[in-house]
């Protein structure tokens, strides 16, 4: 039931493909872009390829970059004996406008989810356990969302990392269990970091 000419219909359907785009918005999206001018139109789709040709995953954080290690990892201010481990670069960002925190990340990519199949090999657990086995980290900070999979998957890491001689703590969350840090605020982002305790 194609009520558009085929090449619209498509570009409708690509946007119906992204999460949270019902049918009436991807057709909105999908006329705006018709009716944008071409240098405009050619800008977006760059946009699209080029974020995906060039953005890598840093090698010692796994945090997305632009090929190399990530500025954060290069840079010689950052204090690299303390790791924040992440579930998603989002929460770097989250943690970053804070402006409270000085070390290291670590990236999981996710948590440990049963139910979404995603398992403790599906994720940087492995890189984030043989930077702590160098020794030079004196702690891990598990900044996981508070909720079901993020606690499940902090104690996971905590067990791995228990016979290496680093301190483990846990973010002192403010906020209700459940929610999210990508959403948490400055304030709260920094009392949640200043508050951790050891696990
Ligand atoms: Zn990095």
Same mark, same amino acid.
């Given at each position: 039931?194609?009520?558009? *000419? ?33 240098? /405009?139109?050619? /800008? ?28 954060i990892c290069?840079? *010689? ?48 657990? !492995? ?6 086995? !160098? ?28 016979p290496?001689?680093? !301190? ?14 990508e ?6 982002l ?7 305790? /050891?696990i």
């Amino acid at each position: 039931m194609e009520f558009f *000419p085929a090449p619209l219909e498509k570009l409708v359907e690509q946007f119906a493909r992204l999460p949270g785009i019902g049918g009436k918005s991807a057709q909105r999206l999908a006329f705006h872009v018709l009716g944008l001018p071409e240098d /405009e139109a050619a /800008e977006f789709a760059e946009a699209i390829l080029n974020a995906k040709r060039n953005v890598t995953c840093c090698p010692a954080c796994q945090n997305f970059t632009a090929g190399g290690l990530c500025p954060i990892c290069a840079s *010689p201010k950052r204090d690299a004996s303390t790791i924040c481990v992440v579930a998603d670069p989002r929460d770097v960002a989250a943690i970053e406008r804070s402006r409270e925190y000085n070390g290291h990340y670590h990236v999981l990519h996710g948590v440990i989810s049963p139910m979404n199949h995603v398992g403790p090999d599906d994720l940087s657990i !492995k890189s984030l356990v043989e930077r702590v086995a !160098k020794g030079d980290v004196t702690e891990v900070i598990m900044a996981t969302n508070p909720d079901t999979e993020g606690e499940a998957t902090a104690m996971y890491i905590s067990r791995l990392l228990r016979p290496m001689e680093v !301190k483990v703590t846990r973010l002192a969350y403010g906020v209700p269990v459940g929610s999210q840090l990508e959403y948490a605020d400055e304030v709260t982002l920094s009392r949640a970091l200043e508050g951790r305790q /050891e696990i």
